[in-house]
């Protein structure tokens, strides 16, 4: 089973950016997806993106976060932008099956905190 590992996350001001990175140890060829886990609440996907590079989002991310993936260094990435407090959360990625059904194992996730 290909292997996920996250990084980037950390503390931002309001408004800010973030880069993460979602890095297998494989290739892979399904769909990938960023998904969000805030205190207290359950995990949601917040963007989507296929072998081929189409790519859907979340509505409370749209028009600030972009997923995109380089598949030669089997990585995935989050371009967050205009970052606010409600992004706050633990950020995951994990290979999508049919109907958005996350497939692999959960890894560790990277802490994303937007605070002034």
């Known amino acids: 089973q290909v292997q996920l590992v996250e990084s980037g996350g950390g503390l931002v001001q309001p408004g800010g950016s973030l880069r993460l990175s979602c890095a297998a140890s494989g290739s892979i060829f399904n769909a990938m997806g960023w998904y969000r886990q805030a205190p207290g609440k359950q995990r949601e996907l917040v963007a989507r993106?296929?072998?081929?590079?189409?790519?859907n989002y979340a509505e409370s991310v749209k028009g600030r976060f972009a997923i995109s993936r380089d598949n030669a260094k089997h990585t995935v990435y989050l371009q967050m932008n205009s970052l606010k407090p409600e992004d706050t959360a633990v950020y995951y990625c994990?290979?999508?099956?049919?109907?958005?059904?996350?497939?692999?194992?959960w890894g560790q996730g990277t802490q994303v905190t937007v605070s002034s």
């Open positions: 994990n290979t999508l099956g049919y109907g958005n059904v996350p497939l692999g194992s």
């Open positions: 993106i296929s072998f081929g590079g189409s790519t």
